[in-house]
């Protein structure tokens, strides 16, 4: 049996430059951070006493015979591309999916990562990240960029730079001192949307090229905000996240709708020196970054939506309990009689 723990992620500037139709030609880079919220895979072998040969849980309970069967498209496909049989898999999470951190990913990361171990093989993070890529955006076809499988598999607050010939992640080097007072200022809110990211994502992707101006700022922005975060103007790197908001919200109409806007207008109002909704946007959560003598205005200025307590962290995915088994392949038993 495996249990495996990954990280959501947070991702703070550069969302939309980690396309590769964007940074394939012009370059891109991220900011971003995992944090203190989980998702948790266990998977084990399942024996031979049921009429079905696969058990898949989440929001659904499958339970199937075939792999071809299963309907959850990252299990079915993970299984195919690493030949995985006869298994028992369970989902929990610390927060809810398609809300805007990374949970798809996180879940693709953790899957392989259970397959790999499970096989009593070892995965280091880069594989783990070009895998959950993989299957992601060309096994299940999905639309989006890379930057949250890199994220959540290396854990840590990282810039991420995109080029013609791959990525490779650079840790934001920042003293305690400054690190901790950005985890203090910031605050996350649940909207209670949740939603499928996949036609927002297909709308940017198809953009990127007449919105090319917005995406180098936001490119520009990371380097910004991560010298303002090494020199320890914090709250400049709040400020930036208001830019960062506004771009993201010119280059896809679909990433806002009135309610939000009204949120996050009454936190600015509040308070807060800027934010932004995380994710592909149109619901999920809000980002805000407000000093401490600010976050009780804020609060009650948000008083209907539930603030989610957080901090970074810098493990990134990894094996939690791990328990060999004693597992005959279906056709050994059979060579066996």
Same mark, same amino acid.
């Given at each position: ?16 430059t ?12 991220v900011?971003s ?15 031979p006493?049921?009429e079905?040969?696969? &058990? ?6 499958? /339970?199937?015979?075939?792999?071809a069967?299963i ?25 809810p999916?398609?809300?805007g951190?990374?949970?798809s990913?996180?879940?693709?990361v ?9 096989k ?10 070009d ?14 960029g890379?930057?949250d ?16 010939s791959?990525y490779?992640?650079?840790?934001v080097?920042v ?12 605050m996350?809110f649940?909207?209670?949307? &949740? ?6 994502q ?24 991560e010298?303002?975060?090494v020199e320890?103007r914090?709250d400049d ?6 830019q ?17 806007? &009204?949120?996050?207008a ?23 970054y ?11 200025a ?6 989610i307590?957080f ?14 088994e ?6 050994? /038993?059979e060579?066996?009689?």
């Amino acid at each position: 049996m495996i249990i495996t723990q990954t990280p959501f992620r947070v991702s703070f500037f550069g969302g939309g430059t980690d396309f590769p139709a964007f940074y394939e030609k012009y370059g891109g880079q991220v900011l971003s951070t995992s944090i203190n919220k989980y998702c948790y895979i266990t998977v084990r072998h399942l024996p031979p006493f049921f009429e079905y040969s696969n &058990s898949v849980m989440y929001s659904q309970i499958e /339970r199937v015979k075939n792999i071809a069967d299963i309907e959850h498209p990252a299990v079915r496909e993970a299984m195919k591309f690493l030949d995985m049989h006869e298994l028992s898999i369970i989902y929990d999470a610390d927060l809810p999916a398609r809300t805007g951190l990374g949970t798809s990913s996180s879940f693709a990361v953790g899957l392989l990562l259970a397959f790999h171990s499970l096989k009593g093989k070892y995965a280091d993070k880069k594989r783990l990240a070009d895998e959950a890529i993989y299957l992601e955006r060309a096994l299940c076809n999905e639309s989006g960029g890379l930057q949250d499988q890199i994220a959540v598999a290396y854990g840590g607050l990282n810039k991420i730079i995109f080029n013609s010939s791959g990525y490779r992640v650079q840790p934001v080097v920042v003293n305690d001192e400054n690190k901790k007072a950005l985890d203090e200022n910031l605050m996350l809110f649940f909207t209670g949307i &949740s939603r499928y990211s996949f036609s927002i994502q297909a709308e940017h992707e198809r953009n990127l090229e007449v919105k090319n101006r917005q995406l180098l700022q936001m490119k520009d922005l990371v380097d910004e905000a991560e010298m303002a975060l090494v020199e320890g103007r914090v709250d400049d790197f709040g400020s930036l996240l208001e830019q960062e908001w506004q771009l993201k919200r010119e280059i896809n109409g679909s990433v806002t709708n009135p309610a939000i806007d &009204s949120y996050y207008a009454r936190a600015r109002k509040a308070g807060a020196l800027g934010g932004k909704l995380l994710g592909a946007g149109g619901g999920g959560f809000l980002l805000l970054y407000a000093k401490k003598e600010k976050q009780d205005s804020v609060r009650e200025a948000l008083s209907e939506l539930l603030e989610i307590p957080f901090g970074f962290e810098t493990g990134g995915a990894k094996v939690l309990y791990y328990m060999p088994e004693s597992y005959v392949l279906p056709w050994e /038993r059979e060579a066996k009689g």
